[in-house]
């Protein structure tokens, strides 16, 4: 498992925009999200250890927070030819089995991660009412194999903050996750090692 960070978009960066196909078949879109109090863009997949890490917490976070008004959204952009178990049909059964209240998209091209600069699997995008970046980072501090509980305690204070109308700290720890499996010869070139 290669450990890689998120690229930390530079705050104040409005949310790229996205058109893409949700695990029930419909097509899910940033408009759709025009009124939220604010807009949480996850970039994930179902096989990466981080992921499966924070998953039970991630539902948690969602649920708590889709009731505040936040607008969440999961986006999955890995190579299926080569990861197949991060296919929609796979998504399909993750979004049910993890009790996920989000919509979770399928990003078959890639360019949507690439918009949005994603690098890793988890990578967190938290943007306000006017869909300007607020928080790009880690979950918490919790990674796999480590004592330290899953809490999702950096996301929640940006999230609160967000939702109080009081500014987000700026001092955010990148998030740490699996590489996004880019697609052979495609990798972005703000990609380590590109």
């Known amino acids: 498992m290669v450990r890689t960070a998120s690229t930390m978009l530079p705050l ?75 296919g929609p049909e796979a998504m399909k059964v993750e979004h049910a089995s993890a009790g996920y209240v989000f919509p979770y998209l399928y990003d078959a091209t890639q360019s949507v991660a690439k918009a949005y600069r994603a690098a890793c699997t988890p990578d967190f995008f938290l943007f306000d009412r006017d869909l300007r970046l607020v928080y790009r980072g880690q979950f918490d501090d919790s990674r796999p194999k480590t004592d330290i509980p899953v809490t999702g305690s950096d996301l929640r204070s940006a999230a609160d903050a967000l939702l109080a109308g009081m500014p987000v700290v700026a001092d955010q720890k990148p998030s740490i996750g699996c590489n996004i499996k880019w697609k052979a010869g495609s990798e972005p070139d703000y990609f380590p090692g590109t």
Not at 13 to 30: I, M, Q
Not at 75 to 86: F, K, L
């Open 12 to 86: 104040g960066s409005p949310a790229p925009d996205f058109s893409l196909p949700n695990v029930d078949g419909k097509t899910v879109s940033l408009a759709d999200f025009q009124g939220k109090a604010g807009l949480l863009v996850v970039f994930m997949c179902n096989h990466c250890p981080f992921v499966i890490h924070v998953r039970s917490q991630l539902a948690q976070f969602a649920k708590e927070y889709s009731d505040k008004g936040l607008g969440i959204v999961g986006i999955s952009s890995n190579d299926v030819v080569e990861y197949p178990q991060d």
